[in-house]
């Protein structure tokens, strides 16, 4: 996806970013901190990238002031989504729109891929359930942050601030964890986002190798990413986002027209496209090799999850009630969604069978201008996006962790385009070691999206729920603990209930990262070594 790990504000890096809440300074002390930009908040990769959010952490001080800024209705039950001050918020069929937009990326190219791996039943299967516990965790999340809100009065919380709210919510042993929840949310967030970045560099660099071998002498696939290295540094200098706006624009254009046109090549009959229909269902595997599962499972995690973006969305909603619920916005996306992974896994797969490379792009023919175009096309709308995703990158190690160290440098600015390189660098040399999209999707899939998208919303949920829910208005609180513990009603049988569920999930998202990743640092060993 194309800017799964979170929004990009709308301001040059020297502004602190901007989490979705209300408007804070971020702190020397590394802290959950939060600013209002200018303009909307739109969805990954959207025509108006540049006013997003972006996960940041804050101090105990800040969230006490926002708390205080909040504290309406003292004598009744606060209501988040009344409270909200959204400049341009979105409707429901924009914000399906954002979701439906933000799957249409390298993720869903490797689908094709992932079914070789699992065989066509269980990749059908498979997906399904995966998307349908991966849409059951943003709802837990959702929920909890909705919840926290309540409890803390104000309008809204991003991930990071979510995770540690919770915490202190949660046991004892959950409370002495809550101070470092943001970090751990945060660290996971940009060991995806340079992750994601690693797949973008090995993408546009294999896919204009593919197109150029066929007209001139073949070149080794890291010649092309050593030409490629300054864009890459160059479009990562770009400070303010504003600049890359109008990219964006046509680079969302783009995608839509070549991933219609990739359709059109797996779909079309023996007398269109390559000419070639589409074989029988007898020559795929119906079941694959058992020790690829942890590949499928990788894969499909990198595709579908959009946790890093979910957030801000509803918090950017005209009518945020109409997000969750069973027809919700969140439920008709998802849907959508998922049915569109299981289509192009599997017709993809259909077609090209054993020979589907790690792309399916790379796998369009040749000798057709159109085909060639298509990857020259969608080569270009991923190279501008890994401007955005890098800033997301930038921006948790700049403008939380760095620059907070670095006021009174005079050399700040020379220390800020240090760091850009630097993770450009960090991201050229892991895809020069392991030029290979598909290992590093599996991979980044499992280690990061495990965690972030069904271990962490469970763990969210347990904590937020803990004492119960909030059946009326609270007073104000003191780090996190209600000075009026009868207001909490929660019934022991859901509580039970709720904590062998999570726990179930938990164990799901933790055997998912630990084998997932063994398996790919497995294949990525025997592949290069």
């Not at 309406?72 to 209501?79: C, I, K, S, W």
């Amino acid at each position: 996806m194309f800017v799964n790990g979170g929004y990009l504000a709308n301001m040059d890096s020297s502004t602190p970013p901007y989490s979705g809440t209300k408007e804070s300074r971020p702190t020397s002390n590394g802290s959950l901190s939060v600013e209002k930009p200018e303009g909307d908040m739109n969805g990954s990769a959207s025509p108006n990238p540049s006013s997003a959010p972006i996960f940041t952490v804050e101090s105990a001080a800040s969230r006490k002031e926002k708390m205080a800024a909040d504290e309406t209705a003292a004598n009744g039950e606060y209501n988040p989504h009344e409270n909200r001050i959204v400049d341009h918020p979105t409707t429901n069929m924009e914000t399906l729109f954002h979701l439906l937009k933000g799957s249409l990326g390298t993720g869903i190219l490797a689908m094709p891929l992932a079914f070789m791996h699992s065989g066509y039943i269980l990749g059908i299967i498979g997906t399904i359930i995966i998307g349908l516990i991966c849409t059951y965790c943003v709802h837990l999340l959702v929920k909890s942050q909705y919840e926290l809100c309540r409890k803390r009065r104000v309008a809204s919380l991003n991930y990071p601030e979510t995770a540690e709210e919770a915490l202190r919510e949660g046991p004892p042993f959950m409370r002495a964890c809550a101070p470092y929840a943001g970090h751990i949310v945060n660290t996971f967030l940009l060991v995806y986002q340079l992750g994601t970045c690693c797949v973008y560099i090995v993408f546009v660099s294999s896919n204009l190798k593919d197109v150029m071998d066929y007209y001139v002498n073949p070149l080794e696939l890291r010649v092309y990413m050593v030409i490629l290295l300054l864009p890459f540094i160059l479009i990562n200098w770009v400070r303010n986002l504003k600049l890359l706006a109008p990219f964006s624009t046509v680079a969302n254009f783009i995608t839509m027209v070549g991933f219609g046109i990739t359709l059109f090549y797996v779909l079309a009959p023996a007398s269109l496209g390559d000419h070639k229909g589409l074989p029988s269902i007898d020559s795929l595997q119906a079941v694959g090799n058992i020790a690829d599962m942890p590949l499928f499972l990788g894969t499909v995690l990198f595709a579908l999850e959009a946790i890093g973006v979910i957030m801000p969305l509803e918090n950017n909603m005209k009518t945020p009630k109409s997000f969750g619920g069973p027809f919700g916005v969140l439920n008709w996306s998802m849907s959508l969604i998922i049915t569109l992974y299981v289509a192009l896994g599997f017709f993809g797969y259909l077609k090209y069978g054993a020979g589907t490379l790690d792309s399916i792009t790379l796998n369009l023919p040749h000798e057709q201008i159109l085909a060639q175009c298509v990857k020259i096309m969608l080569a270009f709308s991923i190279f501008i996006t890994y401007g955005l995703q890098a800033y997301v990158a930038d921006d948790i190690a700049w403008n939380i962790y760095l620059a907070p160290r670095m006021e009174k440098n005079s050399h700040k600015i020379l220390w800020e385009y240090a760091v850009r390189t630097g993770l450009v660098l960090i991201t050229f040399l892991l895809a020069v070691a392991i030029p290979s999209i598909s290992l590093f999707i599996s991979l980044f899939g499992a280690l990061c999206l495990s965690a972030l998208g069904i271990v962490f919303p469970a763990i969210i949920q347990t904590a937020t729920f803990w004492n119960g829910k909030v059946v009326h208005g609270l007073p104000a609180v003191e780090d996190g603990v209600s000075a009026d513990s009868n207001s909490y009603s929660w019934p022991r049988w859901k509580k039970i209930r709720m904590i062998v569920k999570n726990s179930l999930l938990i164990i799901f998202g933790l055997l998912g990262l630990v084998i997932g990743t063994y398996t790919s640092v497995s294949n990525i060993i025997a592949e290069f070594s």
